[in-house]
Nanobody
Framework: QVQLVESGGGLVQAGGSLRLSCAAS????????MGWFRQAPGKEREFVAT????????YYVDSVKGRFTISRDNAKNTVYLQMNSLKPEDTAVYYC???????????????????WGQGTQVTVSS
C-alpha cells in the first residue's frame, strides 16, 4: 500500500510562511509525479502545484506563483510546499497527491493522482 503523511499545517498571520511536508511510503517514490491541491470551505478542490521526479518541471496555479514553491527530496521520500506571503484566501485544507504516472500530462487535474493524503488545515488570518 501507499501512504502519504502530511504535516506542517496550522494558523499563520497574513504575510507569514508555512512549510508543508508530505512523506510517502510503500512504493518507489522516485517514479511518482507529486502534487498539492487545496479545498476551501464552500469551494471546489483546486490544483496548487505539481512536480516531476527530478524537480526540473513544476507548475503552479496562477494565484500562488511567486509565493509558493514545490520541491521534493527523493532520498527522504518527501515532497514539500513552501508557502510564503500567505493571504487569507490561501486558507484551505491542503492535500498531497501522488501519481503512478511518470509524465506530467494532466498533472493539474485531480483525476491524474492515485493516492492522497489526509489533508492538513492551513488557516491564514487577516
Amino acid at each position: 500500500q501507499v501512504q502519504l503523511v502530511e504535516s506542517g499545517g496550522g494558523l499563520v498571520q497574513a504575510g507569514g510562511s508555512l512549510r508543508l511536508s508530505c512523506a510517502a511510503s510503500g512504493r518507489t517514490f522516485s517514479w511518482y509525479v507529486m502534487g498539492w491541491f487545496r479545498q476551501a470551505p464552500g469551494k471546489e478542490r483546486e490544483f496548487v502545484a505539481t512536480i516531476n521526479w527530478s524537480g526540473s518541471i513544476t507548475y503552479y496555479v496562477d494565484s500562488v506563483k511567486g509565493r509558493f514553491t514545490i520541491s521534493r527530496d527523493n532520498a527522504k521520500n518527501t515532497v514539500y510546499l513552501q508557502m510564503n506571503s500567505l493571504k487569507p484566501e490561501d486558507t484551505a485544507v491542503y492535500y498531497c497527491a501522488a501519481s503512478l504516472r511518470t509524465n506530467m500530462s494532466s498533472a493539474m487535474t485531480s483525476a491524474k493522482y492515485d493516492f492522497w493524503g489526509q489533508g492538513t488545515q492551513v488557516t491564514v488570518s487577516s
